[in-house]
């Protein structure tokens, strides 16, 4: 395996470039592959081993291209598939994302987290596990919010209109009623409706704080390839990008450009995953 080979970022859609963003700043000269299952999307309320089998296509794909690395920047996709992908492709540097529980814990003073993200991750073994596990160690109360349809909001770039917004408004309000003082956003589409989740906090009076995984998910990227000798530091430039969709290619192409100003080339490739 060559360090200088490129490294695979899957979502069910946009939410991804939420991560994709934080690693192509911390690990500049890496070449990254972007995919968006948005023919698929939204995974949220799909049943777990439609989404395995999904991320399994889309991790063979990626292997076409003789991937150094995956990163499943999608937390449904990590808690229902990331056991599937390390088991069928074991030689393969696998990295997921997790709601962030652990540094919420740290940041609350209220004791009271609340945790917006799918119905499928809320649901899943994983986070029952790991809330368990971190309720117990810190006395921190998680409240699990499903924020069903928050993700199309995203992927149909509608990020500011009055639907998102009042949507956002119905998800919020309660946990501020309980006395959350910290919100994990645990989806990765929803760092791009941040704004909109600040403006359903700022009425509290009482300053509310947001953790998202995407700067903490580069990191254990930029580890793992460093402890496997994968890391590809002295290119002179910037790494190349391209993207791959099961959706439409201007949808894409607008996401990555709109969100990130950036403009790599995008093929849909619903026809090319057998
Ligand atoms: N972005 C995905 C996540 O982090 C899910 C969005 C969806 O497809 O429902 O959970």
New binding site residues.
């Given amino acids: 395996m060559s360090n200088s080979a490129p490294i695979g970022i899957f ?3 946009i ?2 470039l939420s991560v994709l963003r934080h690693v192509r700043t911390l690990l500049p000269h890496e070449a990254l592959l972007y995919f968006a299952d948005s023919g698929f ?4 309320e799909k049943p777990e081993s439609v989404i395995v089998e999904r991320a399994l296509a889309i991790a063979a794909f990626l292997l076409r291209f003789n991937i150094k690395a995956m990163v499943v920047a ?3 996709a990590t808690a229902a598939a990331i056991a599937a992908l390390r088991e069928r492709y074991p030689d393969l540097q696998v990295v997921g ?1 997790e709601p962030g529980l652990k540094p919420a814990a740290a940041l609350t003073r209220s004791g009271v987290v609340g945790v917006l ?2 119905a499928g ?1 809320l649901a899943s073994d994983k986070f029952q596990k790991l809330q368990q596990q971190i309720s117990a160690a810190t006395g921190v109360t998680f409240i699990a919010q499903a924020c069903n349809g928050l ?1 199309d909001q995203i992927e149909k770039g509608e990020l500011q209109s009055r639907d998102t917004a009042a949507l956002v408004q119905r998800y919020v309000a309660p946990l501020l009623a309980q006395k959350a003082d910290t919100l994990v956003l645990g ?3 929803y760092p791009f409706v941040e704004p909109l989740i600040a403006s359903a906090t700022a009425a509290t009076g009482t300053p509310v704080q947001l953790v998202d995984t995407g700067a903490p998910v580069a990191r254990q990227l930029e580890r793992l390839l460093s402890q496997h000798g994968l890391l590809h530091t002295n290119a002179p430039s910037q790494g190349a990008l391209s993207a791959y969709t099961t959706g439409s290619r201007t949808t894409l192409a607008t996401a990555f450009r709109v969100l990130l100003d950036l403009n790599p080339p995008v093929d849909e490739v619903a026809g090319q995953m057998d």
Avoid at 41 to 44: D, I, L, T, V
Wanted: net charge negative; glycine share 20%; proline share 5%.
């Fill in positions: 979502d069910s859609g939410g991804g999307a939204p995974y949220g999608c937390n449904t994302v993200a799918t991750t993700a989806c990765t589409h």
